[in-house]
Nanobody, 121 residues
Framework: QVQLVEFGGGSVQAGGSLRLSCAAS????????MGWYRQAPGKQRELVAT????????VKGRFTISRFTISRDNAKNTVYLQMNSLKPEDTAVYYC??????????????WGQGTQVTVSS
């Protein structure tokens, strides 16, 4: 079984920064990609950013948040999201996502439980 655990959410004033982290644990053969999505109240879940194993393809979400940076520590099976210059519209539940292989032939998509980020004006 694989588990994704997120840390780092909270409340911050506009213009502030937060750093989210997500650690994968369990039956892991390898991790293909890791990333972050977010879901604001009344809205659909949307992609923030993903990063692949070799760092060569760091994909920003469709709305390209230049204020956010995604990074990854392969040795720790952990992905980070550094969020700077936060705005009230960044308020959402942020979910970690990863495509993880439990063997050479079997992979699944996993989600964390979500962490709340609230930005006040």
């Amino acid at each position: 079984q694989v588990q994704l655990v997120e840390f780092g959410g909270g409340s911050v004033q506009a213009g502030g920064s937060l750093r989210l982290s997500c650690a994968a644990s369990g039956s892991i053969f390898s991790i293909n990609s890791m990333g972050w999505y977010r879901q604001a109240p009344g809205k659909q879940r949307e992609l923030v950013a993903t990063i692949t194993t070799n760092y060569a393809d760091s994909v920003k979400g469709r709305f390209t948040i230049s204020r956010f940076t995604i990074s990854r520590d392969n040795a720790k099976n952990t992905v980070y999201l550094q969020m700077n210059s936060l705005k009230p519209e960044d308020t959402a539940v942020y979910y970690c996502n990863a495509y993880i292989l439990s063997s050479m032939w079997r992979g699944n998509d996993y989600w964390g439980q979500g962490t709340q980020v609230t930005v006040s004006s």
